[in-house]
């Protein structure tokens, strides 16, 4: 969603530079939105986004109008988890399933150099990203690498 409101933004007459800036400034404003966890704080930002980037960009707040109420259903998540004693982080709630989000990190490291040139670098790219997902050695098994592997996508 955040590439989207990113690609909508449209930065009439500015330099290409200035439009990467605008286009950063967007996006960064439309993430504070979703960092929240109360349905209100949330609301809250919405509306300031609003009005700081309706009159600018309305293409880019169009993007988030168009599917506002769907974005939220993580927040009754969130609520019932708090009901029952748990805690959920709101980034494990997202539309996108946690191993598509794991397999998109992973063609992310891949796609520079097309493939992996060894073992190794295969070891180091999956290690990087298992610890940016949190998947530290106490949540996976240290045998095998591809147990390692499978084991870290199961569990996201």
Do not use: C
């Not at 960092?35 to 600018?56: I, S, Y």
């Not at 599917?67 to 609520?79: D, F, I, P, S």
């Not at 980034?91 to 992973?106: C, I």
């Not at 493939?115 to 949190?134: D, I, M």
């Amino acid at each position: 969603m955040l590439q989207n409101v990113r690609d909508a933004v449209r930065g009439p007459g500015l330099t290409r530079q200035a439009k990467r800036a605008r286009r950063r400034a967007v996006r960064q404003a439309a993430a504070s939105i979703w960092q929240a966890t109360e349905r209100g704080t949330v609301r809250q930002r919405w509306q300031a986004f609003q009005d700081q980037w309706q009159g600018e960009e309305p293409e880019a707040v169009a993007v988030i109008a168009r599917v506002w109420e769907g974005t939220l259903a993580y927040l009754a998540v969130l609520e019932h988890a708090r009901e029952r004693g748990e805690h959920w982080a709101p980034q494990d709630l997202r539309t996108t399933s946690a191993l598509e989000r794991v397999n998109r990190a992973l063609r992310q490291k891949a796609r520079p150099g097309g493939t992996f040139q060894s073992a190794t670098g295969l070891t180091a790219a999956l290690a990087l990203l298992f610890a940016h997902r949190e998947l530290g050695p106490d949540r996976l098994p240290t045998d095998w690498w591809t147990e390692v592997l499978e084991a870290g996508l199961l569990a996201a």
